[in-house]
């Protein structure tokens, strides 16, 4: 039960504490240290699929193109703003909502990730692209990875109500000397509408699928308890 839901001891330690206490102040501070320790189990476990390893070599790229597949858990996304096929910053908006609504998708199927610098044929784009669109050529790595997840962070608040935001993470991993993000995205216990347009989307096989209206209710009915 704790691998499949990526929770471990300690975690649950903390949600019996967070239940048994009556301080609001108590309560804010478990569940940050519940996010902390939740983030990098994650993390550990998310290398452990890749084969990532922190030593002064490159990975082994074969191993990682077959360790991972673009399927019903996972989507893969070359840019996070970025236009790949003009190759300028034209249709960042277009870009963004991309990506948008395969997290929406997956709020409103199941638990997994989307992989942002991984094109579909899983040669890695990084996210070098990206990076230049908001931070200066001057910038350090560190400091563009940061306006990356503050980027983010703002889509995600444009897009979604803020329950959501405890339930979707973004970490940067490098491979190869190129960065990647990955989103990791819990499935919610409502319904998911993207704030800005009322779509409501699914995960279906390895696609992202925008249901009609007359089939959301059905949906609704059918995979939520409310």
């Excluded at 301080?23 to 993390?43: G, H, Y």
């Excluded at 919610?188 to 279906?204: D, L």
Aim: proline share 0%.
């Amino acid at each position: 039960l704790f691998e499949k839901h990526f929770i471990n001891k300690e975690m649950f330690d903390l949600l019996c504490l967070a239940q048994e206490s009556s301080s609001e102040e108590d309560i804010k501070r478990i569940f940050e240290d519940f996010k902390t320790i939740r983030e990098k189990l994650i993390q550990n476990r998310f290398k452990e699929l890749l084969n990532i390893k922190k030593v002064e070599v490159d990975i082994n790229i074969d191993h990682l193109l077959k360790s991972i597949e673009e399927d019903k858990k996972n989507e893969f996304k070359s840019t996070l703003r970025w236009n790949t096929t003009t190759d300028t910053s034209d249709g960042k908006d277009r870009q963004e909502h991309s990506v948008i609504k395969s997290i929406a998708a997956f709020l409103n199927t199941h638990w997994w990730q989307v992989i942002v610098g991984i094109e579909d044929n899983k040669n890695i784009y990084g996210l070098e692209k990206d990076y230049n669109l908001i931070s200066s050529k001057e910038s350090t790595r560190e400091k563009q990875r940061d306006l990356f997840k503050q980027r983010f962070d703002q889509i995600i608040t444009n897009n979604f109500w803020d329950e959501k935001k405890s339930i979707i993470n973004i970490s940067i991993q490098e491979i190869n000397q190129q960065d990647i993000a990955i989103i990791y995205v819990e499935k919610s216990n409502i319904p998911t509408y993207i704030k800005q347009t009322n779509e409501f989307y699914i995960r279906w096989e390895a696609w992202t699928k925008l249901l009609e209206w007359s089939a959301i209710l059905n949906y609704i009915k059918e995979h939520f308890n409310s």
